[in-house]
């Protein structure tokens, strides 16, 4: 059913002037407006297939690209957050693709554009230099300044999760009331202000149910931003919508479902479970000890030795956290180095390497990469996926030896505090690391998933290193991918 939609769909990949777009158009359309589809921060263009393959069955070009060092897109983004020079390369990467976009033989030369998050303030300044543009539509946008009432950006629909912050809602409403000549608290939910003919129509749609980022999936989001270009540009349509989001909810639970009979069919490593093997008595301290430590000792460190946002400071707090954690093992916990290898069978441990990892790549990496967002980094991003996969096995090879053969509950406890760990650093650090925000959830989806393939695997070869090695690979992947690259 992923497929399904995309049946009567053409999408070519291609670059322009290195930018990585995607151009998705109805096979055997006529000539339709072209919608510029642009990304948040930290997204890249795979996560707004949602809105472009909508768009494209319904008749539109959709053309969708990654920003300069986000998704494929290996130049990177220069200058920092809230500079002119940040917002001017995000700027000219959107007016080259819309330039494109307006030029392609299945175009008719209207412009439409579409940003979420960071991309609905780049739609702004965008409309603010260029004329050509006939409406907009802005997903959960942050906007960096304040709308007038001038009409700028022409024909804006604003689109909102239910969760989102109230702050840029607030904003949203601020923008209505310009054209409307209301107060902010006194802008309807689903009323259109101002005048379509004349370019100055606004309107407002909160999407029941979601938040910042399950607003791309929303049926709510997908069938507003199409009823708002059909009227702009007065067109009928099929109107289906995408909905791949129940459909990927079942997709990652039968991969959930095979792991488990999968995983018995690994050969046993070890003839006995290997492990630490400790009770809660002697695993509380060097569970505790490096959480609270790891940020502490790295607050003052400099951390920007990686080419992408915070990676440098995630690549040091995995391998501190997991080099204290191994101290503690062999100074506390008694735990000799020798007893990783003894009993353990050499081809066995690599015959299962090969095996979890060759299904985690087929069933996650490029299924996710495929449908959800950037999961397999690209050539540009080698050396940063290195360190992290090296920083992060330090810490998945210590917690596994720490957390198996031994009290009940252990696993799971050394994540949560993994967790706390990161967001005492983000205290310790607001202004350097607050984009450390946006990876928790996704680290804890990730803790979740890969635990569980994790304690099948171990529990079949009774060797913790197989799923450190597996994990390792797949966070230090998903962070590489997951944050911009900088100079």
């Not at 007038?148 to 999760?161: E, H, I, K, W």
Request: net charge negative; glycine share 8%.
């Amino acid at each position: 059913m992923l497929f399904a939609a995309e049946r009567e769909i053409t999408i070519r990949h291609t670059r322009v002037d290195g930018i990585p777009v995607s151009v998705f158009t109805r096979r055997d359309a006529p000539p339709a407006p072209a919608v510029l589809i642009g990304h948040g921060f930290a997204g890249s263009r795979q996560l707004m297939q949602p809105f472009a393959i909508t768009l494209a069955q319904n008749g539109y070009v959709a053309v969708a690209f990654d920003f300069p060092g986000h998704g494929h897109n290996r130049n990177p983004l220069t200058g920092e957050l809230g500079e002119t020079e940040r917002a001017q390369v995000l700027l000219d990467a959107f007016r080259r693709v819309a330039r494109y976009a307006r030029e392609l033989p299945a175009s008719d030369g209207r412009l439409a554009t579409l940003g979420h998050s960071m991309a609905g303030d780049v739609l702004v300044r965008y409309a603010d230099r260029e004329p050509e543009v006939d409406a907009s539509i802005a997903v959960s946008p942050y906007l960096s300044r304040p709308l007038g009432a001038d009409g700028t950006p022409p024909n804006l629909l604003f689109v909102y999760g239910e969760y989102e912050p109230e702050m840029i809602m607030q904003q949203g409403r601020e923008a209505l009331a310009t054209v409307a000549a209301l107060a902010p608290a006194e802008i309807e939910l689903d009323t259109t202000y101002g005048n379509m003919a004349e370019g100055s129509a606004r309107r407002m749609v909160i999407a029941d149910g979601v938040e910042h980022i399950g607003v791309l999936y929303s049926s709510t989001s997908l069938r507003a931003a199409l009823d708002w270009l059909n009227q702009v540009y007065d067109r009928d349509s099929n109107g289906l919508v995408d909905a791949r989001g129940p459909w990927l909810g079942l997709f990652y639970a039968g991969i959930l479902l095979l792991t488990w009979p999968l995983s018995q069919l690994l050969p046993r490593i070890a003839q006995e479970p290997l492990g630490a093997r400790l009770g809660w008595r002697r695993l509380l301290p060097l569970v505790v000890v490096p959480a609270v430590l790891t940020p502490l000792i790295l607050w003052p460190i400099p951390s920007d030795f990686l080419s992408i946002v915070i990676g440098d400071y995630i690549a040091l707090h995995f391998g501190l956290y997991g080099l204290l954690t191994l101290l503690l093992l062999v100074l506390v916990g008694h735990q000799q180095p020798a007893a990783l290898w003894q009993g353990v069978s050499a081809p066995a441990f690599v015959l299962a390497l090969l095996c979890v990892g060759i299904y985690q790549t087929l069933a996650v990496a490029l299924p996710t990469d495929r449908f959800v967002s950037s999961f397999i980094p690209d050539g540009g991003r080698t050396v940063t996926m290195l360190v992290l996969f090296g920083a992060a096995l330090l810490w998945f090879a210590a917690d596994e030896w720490l957390t198996r053969g031994g009290a009940p509950g252990a696993y799971a406890l050394t994540k949560l505090l993994f967790l706390v760990s990161l967001m005492l650093a983000v205290a310790l650090n607001l202004n350097e690391l607050f984009f450390l925000v946006i990876i928790i959830p996704a680290i804890l989806i990730l803790f979740v998933l890969y635990g569980l393939f994790s304690t099948w695997i171990y529990n079949r070869t009774n060797y913790p290193l197989v799923a450190a090695v597996t994990n390792a690979l797949a966070f230090a992947s998903v962070i590489t991918v997951s944050f911009p690259m900088v100079e």
